[in-house]
């Protein structure tokens, strides 16, 4: 047995080549931020809402946007750390998902609060709000989605979920942002909905999204 | 581990991660004996130690671009372990689950009539014809010849997990190819 370790480390050495050791996290999330920052940030100034202006000092439009910011960015930041081994446990992808839930419970009390006139007929179609947010999400969803996978997400499905909620959080901000339709229940259905599905899905399909790990190869290999 | 120890075995890594064959030797080497003591100190002196330590190392090995030297390397080199060691024990519990399964069916086989073991022994014959080599022998050794797992890996140079493996997917093709899928 031992001697078949040493053989096994024998023949790892000898399939040796030069890495590049990743960059330390805070220069991989510096890099997403100007990336994805940038891409989001052009794709909404393509489409922003025509009342941009009266937005940028309205209270709700702010207090959303500071939220999923938050999500976003806490989001990449737990997700780069859970790919690098040893640098996070998997509580770390509390603080994204504190954030967003935070925004959720702020969507739900609006409609309650809306009484009889959040009712689901207002929610409208709004299809174009979900393509808003994939368009938005796209860039900083693929940046990170590579750097996780290029790391090595020993904890695939935190990883995931962390990744999962920044890209929805960054589609949730060009949403917020391109429609103009501040109803309640507009918000809860086209704009916080796919976010929490994003989220759902990536639970469920966390090591499918990022685990390349799953299988060392070595008993197929035999097999 | 000393804390010489563990810059030793950073300045080993840094230097496997530019390619350098010698440090590689030295820091698998010394990756073994660390490796086995940590497994070892979680589970014992279990049968699959070694694959877990062979899980490791080549995980470590996969993954060695994604430490960063300006990073101590002995809690990245835990954390590998313990992932690798967590999926280890995960699949040890449900080949051991299936083990006695396999068991149970093959008791409760031999109470068919003997007329019947001799048609369904034939109906074998036929499926083993669609394993490949190193399946059909390890079959031939556990289910036939009756050795133990142990007896079956140290004859053919396997670890014991891979002798699971291997007779587990053998005995789902024989099951297939017999039309008990």
Redesign the interface.
């Known amino acids: ?2 001697s ?3 053989e ?3 023949s ?13 996290p805070g220069a991989q999330l510096r890099r997403w931020g100007l990336i994805g920052g940038a891409a989001l940030v052009a794709t909404i100034v393509m489409g922003i809402r025509h009342d941009w202006a009266a937005s940028m000092v309205a209270w709700p439009v702010i207090g959303h946007t500071a939220v999923l910011a938050a999500v976003a960015g806490s989001g990449a930041w737990a997700a780069i750390r859970l ?5 996070a446990l998997p509580r770390a992808v509390g603080w994204p998902l504190a954030f967003g839930a935070i925004w959720l419970a702020w969507m739900a009390v609006d409609v309650a609060l809306a009484g009889a006139s959040g009712t689901l007929s207002e929610a409208g179609f709004g299809w174009r709000c979900v393509v808003r947010a994939v368009i938005g999400a796209a860039v900083p969803g693929a940046v990170l989605l590579v750097m996780v996978r ?3 997400p ?2 695939a499905t935190p990883a995931a979920v962390a990744l999962a909620a920044s890209t929805a959080a960054a589609g949730g901000l060009a949403a917020e942002w391109m429609c103009p339709n501040m109803a309640a229940m507009h918000m809860l259905v086209w704009h916080a909905a796919p976010v929490l599905a994003v989220v759902v899905a990536a639970t469920i399909l966390g090591r499918a999204l990022v685990g390349h ?1 799953a299988s ?1 190869g ?2 197929s290999l ?2 | 581990m000393s804390p010489e120890q563990e810059r030793a075995l950073g300045v080993l890594m840094a230097r496997t991660q530019r390619a350098d064959a010698v440090a590689c030797d030295l820091l698998l080497e010394e990756l073994q004996v660390v490796i086995r003591r940590f497994v070892r100190r979680r589970v014992g002196d279990v049968p699959w130690l070694e694959d877990a330590v062979q899980e490791t190392l080549i995980a470590v090995h996969r993954g060695r671009h994604s430490w960063n030297p300006a990073r101590p390397f002995v809690p990245w080199l835990y954390a590998v372990a313990q992932s690798r060691l967590i999926d280890v024990i995960r699949r040890e519990r449900r080949v051991a689950a299936r083990e006695v399964n396999h068991e149970k069916a093959l008791a409760a086989a031999c109470e068919h009539s003997v007329e019947a073991a001799v048609l369904a022994g034939s109906e074998v014959r036929a499926a083993m014809t669609s394993l490949s080599p190193p399946q059909r022998r390890i079959v031939e050794l556990l289910k036939l010849e009756e050795r133990s797992i142990q007896d079956v890996a140290s004859a053919l140079g396997m670890s014991e997990g891979n002798v699971r493996v291997i007779a587990h997917r053998a005995m789902a093709r024989l099951r297939r190819a017999m039309g008990k899928a």
């Not at chain 1, 790892?12 to 330390?24: E, F, H, K, Q, Y």
């Not at chain 1, 790919?83 to 640098?87: K, L, N, Q, S």
């Open positions: 047995m031992t078949q370790t040493s096994l480390a024998a790892l050495s000898a399939d040796l080549g030069p890495v590049t050791p990743l960059p330390l790919a690098t081994p040893g640098e290029r790391a090595m020993l904890m790990l060392t070595r008993v035999l097999d």
